[in-house]
């Protein structure tokens, strides 16, 4: 049993009470917010008091009572968690809500076939936006070479050149607002390395210069790929 539970004088606390409904009162569980918010209130149900905790399965959040409202108890909650392989690109759908107003992507690349650039663009209703939107400056850093570009008026948004045959890459990619129907701003940092011969980073800054309603991005590179990804999102 999962939820919660209110004891009168003189009921009795069986143990199936303290294994599971006593035990799920310190951080009770829940589906969702419609299941935790009817959990309270009624008759025989406890009130909502400030410092209480519970987890929500449907959305792998942790969350705090503050006295008036419930609050994510965690700075980064995990909307997307996946792996990619064998295509020369990936896509995740339906990762950015108004649940939060920014969101962390992490992706691990282990094994890339050629050389290419990564880019990313944002999508709406699982469909990519390649229009002429996206404006952005890198700094490319090699060895001893460093140089910066500006590109605006693109179709995606650059985020690192990458080394194959084969190649790792990571990338950590943050994003402002992208649900919220505003200008979408990213900043990243990645980088990539093949062997003992390249090993070469990049950081950019960029918007998405049209107010969209985004919930979704693509990560292309132009050759086979593999790896995982995670998306976090945080801050209200």
């Known amino acids: 049993m999962t939820g919660s539970k209110n004891w009168s004088s003189g009921d009795v606390l069986n143990a199936a009470d ?12 829940f589906t ?32 705090y009572y503050n006295g008036s409202a419930w609050q994510p108890a965690v700075g980064l909650n995990p909307t997307a968690i996946g792996t990619f392989s064998g295509a020369t690109s990936f896509s995740v759908d339906n990762c950015f809500t108004s649940t939060w107003a920014n969101y962390r992507i ?34 490319y850093k090699e060895s001893t070479t460093v140089a ?4 605006m008026g693109g179709s995606s948004f650059r985020l690192n050149y990458s080394y ?24 990243s940092r990645g980088s990539t390395v093949n062997g003992t011969s390249h090993l070469e980073g990049e950081v950019t800054d960029g918007y998405f210069r049209a107010a969209t309603v985004f919930d979704g991005f693509s990560i292309l590179q132009g050759g086979n790929f ?3 990804y995670a998306v976090y999102g945080y801050g209200d």
């Open 18 to 29: 303290v294994n599971s409904v006593l035990a799920d009162q310190v951080v009770m569980v």
């Open 32 to 63: 969702n917010t419609s299941t935790r918010d009817a959990a309270f209130g009624g008759a025989g149900e406890p009130t909502l008091a400030e410092g209480m905790f519970c987890y929500l399965t449907g959305s792998n959040e942790f969350q």
């Open 106 to 139: 992490i992706v691990a690349i282990t094994d890339i076939t050629s050389n290419g650039t990564i880019t990313m663009r944002l999508r709406v209703s699982s469909s990519d936006n390649s229009t002429s939107n996206y404006d952005y400056q890198f700094m």
């Open 148 to 151: 910066l570009a500006t590109a």
């Open 164 to 187: 194959g045959t084969p190649g790792d890459a990571m990338l950590v990619i943050d994003l402002t607002n992208p649900a919220a129907g505003e200008m979408t701003q990213l900043q």
């Open 226 to 228: 593999a790896g995982s």
